[in-house]
């Protein structure tokens, strides 16, 4: 109950709600890596998981390249993402962090959005042709509204994976709810450890919990 009640005291404590360092302006920092993460993802993914569910070509050669994402540990990429970030520049901190939580969000887009397109009623899409509809007026009339739960289930995998290692950017200087975690164990101060490891776990929860709003609210429309 005292360490409970000490991390209460903590975010009691109104100097932890203000300037650069308060939990405000660090929750929007790793709300902002997480959205520029997962936007640039769906820009590439996207596209490329419509074009492979729609047209089958090459779907195994480029889900089984996306899924190398999967297996390499997110710390090893941040490491690979540092000497591209100071070669073009950029330094320590947003930049290379960002780079890391790319690659780590396009798996699941790429792989969902490809299901959700190949799952599509065959049936359906073959009279859709019949109709007349050209290519591009399947995908979307037809394939895309079935496939849309599916796609937003990979957006939120996507998100929630983001949320929680995005943390390890302040490993290379950044900023967002990880400095609290690494700040916290540097200088033994646990209530603002935990606090930060709270800080995330709630705030992916709540993107899990949102992604499910617009999961269920897809399937009836």
Not at 16 to 45: F, K, N, Y
Not at 94 to 99: D, S, Y
Not at 188 to 206: E, H, K, P
């Amino acid at each position: 109950m005292t360490f409970l009640t000490s991390v209460l005291d903590w975010f009691a404590d109104p100097a932890h709600w203000q300037g650069s360092d308060g939990v405000p302006t660090r929750v929007i920092e790793h709300l902002q890596l997480t959205a520029l993460s997962v936007g640039v993802a769906c820009a590439v993914a996207l596209p490329i998981g419509l074009y492979l569910g729609h047209t089958g070509r090459a779907a195994f050669l480029a889900i089984n390249v996306a899924n190398m994402g999967r297996a390499l540990p997110s710390l090893a990429i941040l490491a690979f993402a540092l000497p591209i970030s100071f070669s073009l520049g950029l330094g320590l901190g947003f930049w290379p962090t960002f780079m890391a939580m790319v690659p780590l969000a396009i798996p699941p887009i790429l792989t969902n959005t490809f299901v959700a397109i190949r799952g599509a009623d065959r049936d359906t899409v073959e009279a859709a042709r019949g109709m007349g509809m050209r290519e591009l007026q399947v995908l979307r009339a037809v394939e895309l509204p079935a496939g849309l739960p599916i796609i937003l289930a990979g957006l939120r995998t996507a998100s929630v994976n983001v949320v929680a290692t995005a943390t390890l950017g302040a490993l290379v200087a950044g900023g967002a709810l990880g400095r609290y975690i690494v700040d916290g164990l540097q200088l033994q101060d646990y209530d603002r450890l935990f606090a930060g490891a709270l800080l995330v776990a709630l705030l992916a929860v709540g993107t899990e919990l949102g992604f499910g709003v617009l999961e269920r609210a897809s399937r009836h429309t």
